[in-house]
C-alpha cells in the first residue's frame, strides 16, 4: 500500500475583516487542491475549523494545531503566513520537529520531497 505525503498547510487565518478573513481561507483551500493534484494530502487547519473561534480558548487550537503538525511530513508557509503569529509559531514547532519546511510554490513534488528536504 502507499504512504503518501501529509503537508501541513500554515498561514494566516485570523482577521478582524470578514472578507479578509475569507480570503485566507479561499488562499487556503487553493493552494491546498494544488498540493492534492501534486500528490500531497493537504492538511489545513484553515479548512478543519473555519468559523469554530468559539468552540475552544486560543492556547488549545494552537496545542491541537501542534499535534496535527506532528503528524505530518512537510510544512508548506503560504503567502502572508509572516503577519501571523500562529503561522510563525507553526513554523518554530516544525524547526524543533524537525520536518522540511517550504514557502509556497517552492514545494517539491512529494516522491522528491526527501531529496529537496536534504538540500534545504
Not at 487565518?13 to 491546498?32: F, M, P
Not at 486560543?58 to 512537510?74: G, M
Not at 524547526?95 to 514557502?103: A, D, R, S, T, Y
Amino acid at each position: 500500500m502507499k504512504r503518501y505525503k501529509v503537508a501541513y498547510v500554515s498561514g494566516p487565518l485570523e482577521s478582524k475583516r470578514v472578507d479578509e478573513y475569507e480570503l485566507n481561507i479561499t488562499k487556503a483551500w487553493a493552494i491546498s487542491r494544488q498540493l492534492w493534484e501534486m500528490g500531497y494530502i493537504a492538511l489545513a487547519p484553515h479548512l478543519l475549523t473555519a468559523d469554530m473561534d468559539d468552540v475552544l480558548e486560543r492556547d488549545e487550537w494552537l496545542a491541537r494545531d501542534r499535534e496535527l503538525l506532528r503528524r505530518c511530513d512537510l510544512i508548506v508557509l503560504i503567502p502572508g503566513w509572516r503577519k501571523s503569529d500562529g503561522a510563525k509559531k507553526e513554523k518554530a514547532w516544525a524547526e524543533e520537529m524537525g520536518l522540511p519546511i517550504f514557502e509556497w510554490p517552492k514545494v517539491p513534488p512529494p516522491d522528491q520531497l526527501n531529496q529537496s528536504a536534504q538540500s534545504q
